[in-house]
């Protein structure tokens, strides 16, 4: 026996069966017409026969997951590859009122974790200009990080 591949009108493997491709009628399997049975050897379901081969879909790169929160050693360390670390020093220092400031020191130098969801860090973010998605790809940065 060999390996026969069934395929779609377009060219999509929709089966694959232990049989001889010359003996095989989709139609008689219950399959919509245009569909044909071809040698399968190489193929697998969801391969796209180009006429010469069979072709795999493109697996597309998963998304990124955002941490949820990342060690202030990393954070500290993301800022610093991408050349933002001044940056926050210089607006943790702008802050006029002293109260929120010192509650920004110590968000920025005191606490172990640094959370996707903090107040300080989305203020901090605006501060120096960044999008959401600019403070998400930090944090991403910031998870990889092995210190």
Known sequence: MTTTAIIDAAGVVQ??????????D?????????????????????DTWDGTAFVRPLVP????????????AQGKAALVQAGLWAGVLAYVASIADPTQQA???IALHDTQE????SPFLAACAV????????????FIAAG????
């Open 103 to 105: 509650l920004a020191e």
């Open 127 to 138: 501060g120096l200009g960044l999008t959401p998605e600019q403070l998400d790809a930090l």
């Open 61 to 72: 790169e998963p998304e990124p997951v955002v941490p949820e929160s990342v060690t202030r």
């Open 26 to 46: 989709p139609q008689a399997l219950g399959r919509p017409e245009g569909w044909r049975a071809i040698d399968g050897e190489g193929g697998a379901i969801g």
């Open 114 to 117: 640094w959370r996707r969801d």
């Open 15 to 24: 089966d694959m069966i232990l049989a001889l491709h010359s003996e095989v």
């Open 144 to 147: 990889e990080i092995v210190l």
